[in-house]
C-alpha cells in the first residue's frame, strides 16, 4: 500500500524528466530547421561546447558552497584574481602547468575560504559578505595590475605557451572528468550526501551526527577546485583576463548563477550535477541561436535567457504541490 | 541492577526558568514496555531526548545494563545500543528513504570516498524486512512521501541500529489504523527478545494497551508508575492532569442530530493523481461527518482535494447556499469555508512567526482599515481575543509559535479559523500529538462549533474519535466510497473494520 504511493510518485518524476527531454528536443529541432540545419553541425556542436565549459565548472563549484546556505557573490572576482595569479607564475615566472594549476587552485582555496568564513565567523550575511570580498578582490587585482605595470614594466599576463588546456580535446576531456567527478561527489559521496543533509535542515542533519562546520569547509574545498579548473580553463581558452572594478566581476559569473537555477529547477528532474551540464549547455546555446538569428547581444540576448530559466522552472515543478523558496 | 536495563536517577533539566524535568527517577527492566504519559509540557519529551543523547541533563546520572551512561550525542547513544524516534518530523526531504536511514553511518557502505547505494538501499530493504515494517519506497526523495512513510523510514533508522531500548516520542499518532499494527508486532518482538521500549504517546487507551507499565509525568515530576492492568482511562487522566476530568471525551448522544440545509454537495469527486475516486456525499448544516480509512484509503488526500490544493478530475464540490463550485482554496475561504491539514508544522502554521501574526493572517481582510492597509488595533483585538478564548499558554502574543507545545499550536492553527464567520471546515485529525486535556478542549471547540450551526468534515485516524464524534461516518476504501453510517445504527468500531478491510 505504502509501496504503491511512492511508485505513483516516482513515475511522475520519470514523466517530468520525459517533458523537458520531449521539449528540448522540439526545441531544437524546430530551431534547426529554421536556421537552415546551422544548429547541429559538428563545428557549432564544438563551439557551443567549448563556451559551455566555464559557466558548467563554475555552476559546479557554486552548487557545492550555496546547498550549504553561502550565496557568495565574489566568486567572478575570485576567479579573476586567481586566474591571474597562475598565468603570472606560469608565463611571468616560468613555472609552466605545475604554475597555472597549482597557483590558481591554491589562490582559489584560500579565496574562497576567506570569504566563506568572513561569512560564517563574523555572522553576516553571505551575499553582503560575498559583495564586500568581491570590491576587495578586484582592488587587488588592479594593485596587482598596477604593480605589475611600475615595477615589472609588464601588463596582466597573457597566455601564450601553457594554452592546451584551454583547447579542444583537452577541454572535452576535461568537461567529462569534472561531470564524473561533480556527480560521484555529489550524489555518491559521504560529503555530498552530508552536505545536502546540512543543506536541507542543519538540525535534523546534526542530530543525525554529521558536523556541519567540517561539511562545510570540505564542500567549500570541492567547490574551489570546481572554480579553479573553471579559471584555469578560461585563462587558456581565452587568453587573457582583464582586471575589472565597481563589482564588474559579477556579470562574469551571470551565466553560471543562470545555469545553477536552471539545474536547481530541474532538480526534481535529474541530479544537480548532470542538471548543470544541461543547463550549462541550454544557457551557451540559447545565445549560440539568438546570435544566429541575428538578436543584438547583451540586452536583447539576456532577456531571453531570463524567460527561459522561468519555462524550465515551470515545466520541472509540474505537479508539485508546495511553496518553492 | 544488572535485570534493570535502563537506570536513570535524579535527572534535572532546565531551559531558563521553566523547569522541564525535576529529580527523575525510572527504571525500566529487560523486556519492558514502557509507557510516558503526561500532559503536553510535563517533560516526556524533554527525558526521552536525555535518554537518547540529543539534550545532555543539568544533572543526575544514568546507567544502561549496570554501566555508567551520559550520551553527548544520539551517535553516542547508539553505541550503548539506545536509539529513538522524534516527535518532530526528523528527516531530510531531498534524500532518498534509503539514505535518510544511514545518513551520518555511512561508513560500512563507503569505499573509496564513494558511497554505494545500491549496497544502502538493499540494507534499508533488510530492515523494513527483518523488523517487518511492510513495503516503503526506498528510493523516493523523503520530501514526496507522506507522514506515515517518513516515520516508517524514521523508526528503520531507529532499528537499523539493532536497539536494545528504543525511544518512539508520539510515533503511533502519526500511523493509520493498519500501520499501528507495525508498533504492537514490534512490541511483542522486543519483549520476547528481552530488549526494552519506551513509548510516549498522548493516546492513553493505546498507552494502557501496549504498555505494560507506564510513569506519569506532571511539571517535570515524576507522580508515578503504576502496572497498566491496574489503570483504568479515567484513573490515568487523573493522574495526569492532577483533577478529576468532568464529563468524558466525547458526545454521548446515540442519534444523529444535524439540520437538513446542505452546506456542501460532493458529487462524484475524483481526484487527478487517483488518490480519491467517484466520492459523494452532502454535508450538512450543524453536522460532523467524520471520514476513516486504511492508509491507502485516501482520506487525508479527499480533505486536501476537496479544499482545492489537489487538482480535481472530475466531479464538483458546490456551496449550496452560494451555489458557488470550489475549485481553489481561495474559492472556499470566499465561501465560508477553512481547512487544517494533518501535517501541522509544515502546511499549516508559519512555525517562525509570532502567534500574533499566525493568529490573524486568515483574517488579514477583516483587520484591514479604510484604505486597505492593516490596523495594528484590529489585529492586537484579534488576535488577543483568540489567544484568550482558546487558552494558549505562551508567553505572549510575540512569542514565535515553533517553541510552543503541541497542543497550544494546534490550539492556534483551529483557532484562528473558528473565530471567523464560517460555514464548513475539514479537519484532518485535529487531535494529532496533543494531550489528553487539549484533546478534550478540541472536541469540546468541535461540538460547540457544531451547535453553532458548522458543518465539519472530520478525517481521523482514529475510529474511537469518529465513533465518539460524529453524526455520519464515512468509510473509504482503496480511495472509494465504502459506506456510509449513521449514528444508532452500527454505528460501532467492529462494523467499521469489516468494511475498510
Given amino acids: 500500500m505504502l509501496l504503491k504511493q511512492g511508485i505513483n510518485r516516482l513515475s511522475k518524476r520519470r514523466i517530468s524528466q520525459l517533458k523537458v527531454i520531449i521539449t528540448l528536443i522540439v526545441i531544437y529541432g524546430v530551431l534547426n530547421i529554421g536556421l537552415s540545419g546551422r544548429i547541429f553541425t559538428v563545428d557549432n556542436i564544438k563551439t557551443v561546447i567549448a563556451h559551455s565549459i566555464f559557466p558548467a565548472f563554475v555552476a559546479w563549484g557554486m552548487s557545492f558552497i550555496f546547498i550549504g546556505g553561502i550565496i557568495d557573490l565574489s566568486i567572478g572576482a575570485n576567479i579573476l584574481l586567481s586566474a591571474n595569479i597562475g598565468a603570472t607564475l606560469a608565463e611571468t615566472y616560468h613555472l609552466g602547468y605545475p604554475g597555472l594549476i597549482i597557483g590558481t587552485l591554491a589562490c582559489c582555496i584560500i579565496i574562497q575560504h576567506l570569504s566563506v568564513q568572513c561569512s560564517v565567523s563574523l555572522h553576516i550575511p553571505s551575499w553582503v559578505a560575498g559583495l564586500g570580498m568581491a570590491l576587495i578582490l578586484e582592488a587587488i587585482l588592479t594593485l596587482f595590475a598596477t604593480y605589475l605595470a611600475n615595477n615589472l614594466n609588464e601588463r596582466l599576463p597573457s597566455m601564450k605557451t601553457y594554452t592546451a588546456l584551454g583547447e579542444m580535446p583537452l577541454m572535452l576531456i576535461i568537461w567529462i572528468i569534472g561531470l564524473v567527478a561533480a556527480y560521484l561527489l555529489y550524489t555518491r559521496s559521504n560529503i555530498g550526501l552530508n552536505l545536502q543533509a546540512v543543506g536541507n535542515n542543519t538540525d535534523v542533519a546534526s542530530a543525525m551526527g554529521i558536523n556541519r562546520k567540517k561539511t562545510i569547509f570540505i564542500a567549500v574545498v570541492i567547490g574551489s577546485i570546481f572554480i579553479g579548473v573553471a579559471a584555469i580553463v578560461q585563462i587558456s581558452y581565452a587568453t587573457s583576463m582583464a582586471a575589472k572594478s565597481g563589482l564588474g566581476s559579477l556579470s562574469g559569473i551571470f551565466k553560471s548563477l543562470a545555469t545553477v537555477l536552471l539545474a536547481q529547477s530541474f532538480e526534481r528532474v535529474a541530479p544537480m550535477p548532470v542538471g548543470i551540464l544541461i543547463s550549462a549547455i541550454v544557457v551557451m546555446s540559447i545565445f549560440n541561436v539568438l546570435t544566429m538569428l541575428g538578436v543584438p547581444t547583451g540586452t536583447g540576448q539576456e532577456m531571453f535567457l531570463g524567460a527561459i530559466v522561468i519555462v524550465c522552472g515551470i515545466f520541472s515543478h509540474l505537479g508539485y504541490k508546495g511553496v518553492e523558496k | ?91 531530510i526531504p531531498m534524500l532518498t528513504g534509503a539514505v535518510n536511514m544511514f545518513l551520518g553511518k555511512m561508513e560500512p557502505f563507503t569505499k573509496a570516498g564513494i558511497v554505494n547505494l545500491r549496497e544502502v538501499e538493499h540494507r534499508a530493504q533488510e530492515v523494513l524486512n527483518h523488523w517487518e515494517l511492510g513495503k516503503v519506497p526506498l528510493n523516493c526523495p523523503m520530501g514526496e512521501m507522506s507522514i506515515e512513510q517518513r516515520k516508517i523510514i524514521e523508526l528503520g533508522r531507529a532499528l537499523a541500529t539493532d536497539p536494545d531500548i528504543l525511544v518512539l516520542d508520539e510515533i503511533t499518532q502519526a500511523l493509520s489504523h493498519d500501520t499501528k499494527q507495525i508498533i504492537y508486532t514490534l512490541k511483542n518482538r522486543f519483549q520476547k527478545e528481552g530488549r526494552s521500549m519506551v513509548i510516549i504517546t498522548h493516546d492513553l487507551e493505546e498507552a494502557l494497551e501496549i504498555c505494560e507499565t507506564v510513569t506519569v509525568l506532571r511539571d517535570g515530576e515524576v507522580v508515578d508508575t503504576v502496572e497498566s492492568k491496574k489503570l483504568t482511562l479515567d484513573m490515568l487522566k487523573q493522574m495526569m492532569i492532577g483533577r478529576e476530568i468532568s464529563g468524558g471525551y466525547y458526545r454521548e448522544d446515540n442519534s444523529p442530530d444535524y439540520e437538513q440545509d446542505v452546506v456542501l454537495n460532493v458529487e462524484n469527486f475524483t481526484l487527478k493523481g487517483g488518490q480519491v475516486s467517484d466520492i459523494s456525499f452532502k454535508l450538512h448544516k450543524s453536522e460532523i461527518l467524520a471520514v476513516c480509512g486504511l492508509s491507502d484509503a485516501g482520506i487525508h488526500s479527499l480533505g486536501s482535494g476537496l479544499f482545492g490544493i489537489d487538482k480535481r478530475a472530475s466531479g464538483s464540490v458546490k456551496v449550496v447556499q452560494t451555489g458557488y463550485v470550489l475549485n481553489r482554496p481561495q474559492d472556499a475561504i470566499k465561501n465560508g469555508g477553512a481547512y487544517l491539514s494533518k501535517n501541522r508544522d509544515e502546511e499549516g502554521l508559519m512555525l517562525y512567526a509570532t502567534i500574533q501574526d499566525n493568529l490573524f493572517i486568515p483574517s488579514a481582510k477583516e483587520c484591514s482599515g479604510k484604505f486597505g492597509f492593516l490596523s495594528p488595533k484590529k489585529i492586537n483585538e484579534l488576535a488577543t481575543k483568540t489567544y484568550e478564548e482558546f487558552n494558549v499558554k505562551a508567553t505572549g502574543l510575540n512569542q514565535v509559535i515553533s517553541h510552543l507545545s503541541g497542543g497550544n499550536k494546534q490550539k492556534i492553527n483551529l483557532g484562528r479559523w473558528l473565530t471567523k464567520d464560517l460555514k464548513f471546515i475539514i ?73 475498510m478491510l
Avoid at chain 2, 503536553?40 to 544533572?59: E, F, W
Avoid at chain 2, 471547540?445 to 453553532?452: F, G, P, S, W
Avoid at chain 2, 465518539?468 to 452500527?490: F, N, P, Q
Fill in chain 2, 427 to 499: 479537519l484532518d485529525c485535529p487531535t494529532r500529538g496533543v494531550d489528553a486535556g487539549v484533546k478534550a478542549y478540541i472536541y469540546q471547540v468541535i461540538l460547540e462549533a457544531k451547535e453553532e450551526g458548522l458543518a465539519i468534515l472530520l478525517i481521523t485516524d482514529e475510529l474511537t474519535e469518529a465513533l465518539g464524534m460524529a453524526d455520519r461516518i464515512l468509510v473509504m476504501k482503496e480511495s472509494r466510497e465504502a459506506t456510509i453510517l449513521e449514528r444508532g445504527s452500527d454505528f460501532n468500531e467492529h462494523t467499521i473494520i469489516e468494511v
Fill in chain 2, 1 to 91: 541492577m544488572q535485570k534493570d536495563l535502563l537506570c536513570i536517577e535524579q535527572i534535572c533539566k532546565s531551559f531558563g526558568p521553566t523547569k522541564a524535568n525535576r529529580n527523575v527517577d525510572l527504571t525500566v527492566s529487560k523486556g519492558e514496555i514502557r509507557g510516558l504519559a503526561g500532559e503536553n509540557g510535563s517533560g516526556k519529551s524533554t527525558l526521552a531526548s536525555i535518554i537518547c543523547g540529543i539534550q545532555r541533563p543539568d544533572s543526575g546520572q544514568m546507567f544502561v545494563n549496570g554501566e555508567k551512561y551520559a550520551p553527548a550525542s544520539p551517535q553516542e547513544a547508539a553505541k550503548y545500543n539506545v536509539s529513538m524516534v522524534v516527535q518532530e518530523l526528523g528527516v
